[in-house]
């Protein structure tokens, strides 16, 4: 491949309405997945700075476990299926739109 050819295709790619909104799509969907994230995370922090007496108490009568347990195990859960349900949709949506203007440029 020249490098005319090369600097073409990438123009036709930049210029294609397909690559513009999947790279508008892809931006929305991780700007929005990273904002729950650190919704979590900045709850977990405020449940720490204001009311640490409740994350101290016991789940239950008898229980060595307090409540901070599961709820810090939750922010690192949904942290967790966030990112695998970003490379699910990376994998299958964004992939394939990608192949799509791929074959287009190269047409």
Do not use: C
Request: glycine residues 2%.
């Amino acid at each position: 491949m020249t490098p005319h050819h090369a600097s073409t295709s990438t123009a036709s790619i930049l210029a294609n309405p397909k690559f513009q909104r999947l790279a508008q799509q892809r931006a929305l969907f991780a700007w929005s997945l990273s904002a729950v994230v650190l919704a979590f995370y900045y709850f977990f922090i405020l449940l720490v700075a204001f009311v640490p007496d409740w994350l101290r108490t016991p789940l239950y009568a008898g229980s060595h476990l307090s409540r901070g347990i599961p709820v810090g195990a939750s922010v690192i859960l949904v942290s967790w299926l966030l990112t695998a349900w970003y490379v699910r949709h990376a994998n299958t949506r964004f992939d394939a739109l990608s192949s799509e203007i791929l074959k287009e440029a190269q047409a």
